[in-house]
């Protein structure tokens, strides 16, 4: 039975990506709830008959009630028997077969695929961001948004169906029922409403923003507990266990006080709900009463207007605070929004075709970027990579060499200028056809929290296991994974490497970051630092596999340790963001400039960053 529910709607059905998803709460629920409308219509439906046979259940006690006060036991059974039995049929039967339906369109149908779906296709959308939008966020915030905003929206939606439907549906049988016993009780129940839809606009005006205001301030504890616990190496080396301690309880404090102000408004509202539905208890009870005494109303209709009243009173409170919950949750779908419907800053361009790479060349023109600032990154560089050139890019920190790559790989689009593979503007192919083209091994070569082969099967996922294999010894790495075991029991290449490959060494994540490119085999390789985790024995070990990897490729290598790349066709030095020399090693020895200064000024082949040039 709970299969034939949860089958109805397909979660993961087709859904058109778009760059700039709508930016209010309900056109953005509606585009991920489309395949949920005719669920939707047969929910609201069944909370309506639901309601309506609670009202009817009451309106028949007050019948049952006036039955036995006219008539005699003897009879009661005679003429009301067969009436009695159909309606504990009913009761016994039909009823709980329409509360099925009703729980287990919301419960199982809705709930569980409606989460799913907004999850799925919220992660979906938050890694088509640019990589430079990562970098301006918490990774921890990221996920915490991802996370609690499906639930937040199964809450919202389970509160309109579970609670504001039943209850607009219970309110309006209840004046039809009160007003057939005689139209004057209906008096205070209007009364009472209009006192209660007041209330609920004070409370609803007030929780919403103090709901999303929580729940930003819970984002940033997150934020800030992951961002300690991914950095506890430094944490622990710097023995700042106090400091992170206060980061966090800024943070923590903040939360209590956004929290605290939102139950201000719950504790408030309780206060005042509890004087209107004593209002409405004496109200509609007294006056039904006071009709019974007048010889207006029967006992069976004072029976009635007091079942429902007392109904009524238990119910108020669950629908303020399931109304109140509905705002809450869709206050922290605003929050969430702000991280996933924010729109998509760099996209492909419309037909947009896949990158062709035939010989491999690289083209900068006058390229420019220096990240939204007046100064760093890069200023009008220019620079012709022939296709199976090897190249070193040399220069201090900050000289422009990361976000040459980072312009390259299309992290970031350039504020000036053009690069081109083999004639074609990168801005104008697929992103994914790009990267696909060029592989890549950095300095600090994270990996994912996975098995040693899912993380160098990630450089070409239909690699067969001998090919994994291959790749690992040729860089130096198939003998150490064959000794690794995590405490899971599962060793050699099913051991899990930890949360960014935490459990290896660094030299060893550099090898098996290696393996992985090598896998990969894409025409456009660049190199950063791509040994500088190495030992000397080891580096020593696979140079001549980097130097295989670079034949017949276009390679871009970043290095501090210049003996690395001083046997490359060419080397390129950069100096605040523009390029200052180029041409081989030897000339550029001979050349006696910024090239020279570093060769001069090395230590064990690392250049000497922090000094000034000369």
Partial sequence: MYRLFENLVDPYSPHPDTDAPPSRILPFLWAYARPFKRIFVFTVLMSIIVAAVEIGLIWYMGRVVDLLGTIEPAEFWSQYGTEIILVGLFILIIRPLLQVLDVGLLNNAILPNLGARIRWLAHRQV???????????????????IVQTPGSAGDATFQIFDAVTYAIAYVIGAAIMLSEADPRLVVPLIGWLGLYLLLLRWTMRRVGP?????????SKVTGRIVDSYTNIHSVKMFAHHDREMEYALEAVEETRKTFGAEMRIYTTMDIFL????????????????????????????????AALTLRLNAMTGWIMWAISDLFRALGIVAEGMETIAQPIALVDAPNAKPLSVDRGGIELRNLSHHYGRRSGGLDTVSLSIKPGEKIGLVGRSGAGKSTLVKLLLRFYDPENGAIEIDG?????????SLRSAIAMVQQDSSLLHRSVRDNILYGRPDATENEVATAAQKAEAHEFILDLEDPGGRSGYDAQVGERGVKLSGGQRQRVALARVILKDAPILVLDEATSALDSEVEAAIQDTLYGMMAGKTVIAIAHR?????????IVVL???RVVEDGTHQELLAYDGLYASFWNRQSGGFIGIEEAAE
Avoid: M, P, Y
């Fill in 127 to 145: 890694l088509r961001q640019s990589v430079g939008w990562f970098e301006n966020d918490f990774a921890g915030r990221i996920a915490n948004r």
């Fill in 210 to 218: 103090a709901s999303k205001a929580s729940a930003d301030a819970r």
């Fill in 274 to 305: 509890v004087t209107l539905n004593g209002l409405l208890i004496v109200g509609v009870i007294g006056w039904a009463v006071a009709l019974w005494a007048g010889g207006t109303a029967s006992v069976g209709a004072v029976a009635a207007a």
């Fill in 424 to 432: 074609q503007d990168i801005t104008s192919v697929t992103q994914d």
């Fill in 562 to 570: 210049l003996s690395t790349i001083a046997r490359l066709d060419r």
């Fill in 575 to 577: 100096d605040n963001g």
